[in-house]
């Protein structure tokens, strides 16, 4: 069996890229536990400072294997709710990650591609990108990523693109709040690839407590927002990447 994910660290960036091209990166199991381990392997190894994941070929990915899907057919509700849990254990694994994870769109991102693709930090795109979540046109639900869309893009924008199965161009899911950042197609590994050197060399400390106190205020009220973030703040203030960084933007 061809090796699901192909990981590649260079330079602090731990790429993992969907390796199905043949079936548009279909995810089926193989690919969930090669998602799982990349991510573990993003936590537990210090050189790595950012993760990105992308597709192999012409599409980053074009949402669960179907061929598992219809199998799910014929198993119980509970076999199937912990088939959901293991994908939806990607989704945690992303969030609780104190290193940003970037996902790096071209071609199509569909269903639970685009859901995966949602659920990362970042979604850069190239303009000829298109996003959309057309479970419903199969007679299914997109549950488990609805949890990042309706966070992304509001209730009205979320349930159109889940009620309809509508596709979006990258410049529309940008408009919308899907996507983080648009290039030319001619453009766009350049542009990509410079932005996430960029964030690979900014202080990990400081993007590990930011991307930790962004979700941590999801569902926070103001009040205790703010008393959230002043403990972020005053933790930041006692950094080493802190005193360093200061101390060297003073000398200019």
């Given at each position: 069996?061809?090796?699901?994910?192909?990981?590649?660290?260079?330079?602090?960036?731990?790429?993992?890229?969907?390796?199905?091209?043949?079936?548009?990166?279909?995810?089926?199991?193989?690919?969930?536990d090669?998602?799982a381990?990349?991510?573990e392997?993003?936590?537990l190894?210090?050189?790595?400072?950012?993760?990105?994941?992308?597709?192999?070929?012409?599409?980053?990915?074009?949402?669960?294997?179907?061929?598992?899907?219809?199998?799910?057919?014929?198993?119980?509700?509970?076999?199937?709710?912990?088939?959901?849990?293991?994908?939806g254990g990607?989704?945690?694994?992303?969030?609780?990650?104190?290193?940003?994870v970037i996902?790096?769109?071209?071609?199509?991102?569909?269903?639970?591609?685009?859901?995966?693709?949602?659920?990362?930090?970042?979604?850069?795109?190239?303009?000829?990108a298109?996003?959309?979540?057309?479970?419903v046109?199969?007679?299914?639900?997109?549950?488990?990523?609805?949890?990042?869309?309706?966070?992304a893009?509001?209730?009205?924008?979320?349930?159109?693109?889940?009620?309809?199965?509508?596709?979006?161009?990258?410049?529309?899911a940008e408009?919308?709040?899907?996507?983080?950042?648009?290039w030319?197609d001619?453009?766009?590994?350049?542009?990509?690839?410079?932005?996430?050197?960029?964030?690979?060399?900014?202080?990990?400390?400081?993007?590990?407590?930011?991307?930790?106190?962004?979700?941590?205020?999801?569902?926070?009220?103001?009040?205790?927002?703010?008393?959230?973030?002043a403990?972020?703040?005053?933790?930041?203030?006692?950094?080493?990447?802190?005193?360093?960084?200061?101390?060297?933007?003073?000398?200019?």
């Amino acid at each position: 069996m061809t090796e699901r994910i192909a990981a590649a660290l260079v330079d602090g960036v731990l790429t993992g890229t969907l390796n199905r091209p043949e079936k548009k990166n279909a995810i089926d199991s193989g690919m969930i536990d090669g998602l799982a381990a990349l991510l573990e392997r993003a936590e537990l190894e210090a050189a790595v400072r950012v993760v990105v994941v992308r597709g192999a070929g012409k599409d980053f990915c074009a949402g669960m294997d179907l061929e598992e899907l219809l199998q799910s057919a014929d198993r119980s509700v509970e076999q199937n709710r912990a088939a959901a849990l293991r994908f939806g254990g990607l989704f945690l694994q992303m969030r609780s990650l104190p290193k940003p994870v970037i996902a790096v769109v071209h071609g199509r991102a569909l269903a639970g591609g685009c859901g995966l693709a949602t659920a990362c930090d970042l979604v850069l795109a190239a303009e000829s990108a298109q996003f959309g979540y057309p479970e419903v046109q199969r007679g299914f639900v997109p549950a488990l990523v609805m949890n990042m869309l309706r966070r992304a893009v509001g209730e009205k924008i979320a349930f159109d693109l889940a009620a309809t199965g509508r596709l979006m161009t990258s410049r529309e899911a940008e408009r919308a709040g899907l996507v983080s950042r648009v290039w030319p197609d001619a453009d766009f590994e350049a542009g990509a690839q410079q932005l996430v050197r960029t964030i690979a060399g900014l202080s990990p400390t400081a993007l590990a407590l930011t991307k930790q106190q962004l979700y941590r205020l999801d569902g926070v009220g103001f009040e205790e927002g703010i008393h959230l973030s002043a403990d972020v703040n005053a933790v930041s203030r006692t950094t080493a990447d802190f005193r360093t960084a200061i101390a060297a933007f003073l000398k200019k």
